[in-house]
């Protein structure tokens, strides 16, 4: 089962004055990813901040398996000459 949000930052997310900050959203993906197969998370790099900036795939596990094959089509119909 996965971790649910208001159990990792301790609060509703949307909930009045409660902001999380950006390095526990980033725990919390990584924790989501080690939890489902249906989530992955890679770091793309730094922001000007130091903060990691990551990209989440979230789908169903037959797509997480073919993401690669997935990215090629993405690329061919944003480029297709």
Not at 55 to 61: H, L, N
Request: proline fraction near 5%; charge should be positive; hydrophobic fraction near 35%.
């Amino acid at each position: 089962m996965v971790t649910r949000p208001e159990e990792f930052f301790g609060f509703k997310i949307g909930e009045d004055r409660k902001l999380a900050r950006w390095d526990r959203i980033v725990e919390y993906y990584y924790k989501v990813a080690s939890e489902s197969n249906r989530v992955k998370v890679i770091e793309m790099g730094k922001t000007p901040g130091g903060n990691s900036f990551i990209v989440a795939f979230i789908s169903s596990p037959e797509n997480m398996e073919r993401l690669e094959r997935i990215r090629e089509i993405s690329c061919k119909l944003a480029n297709p000459d």
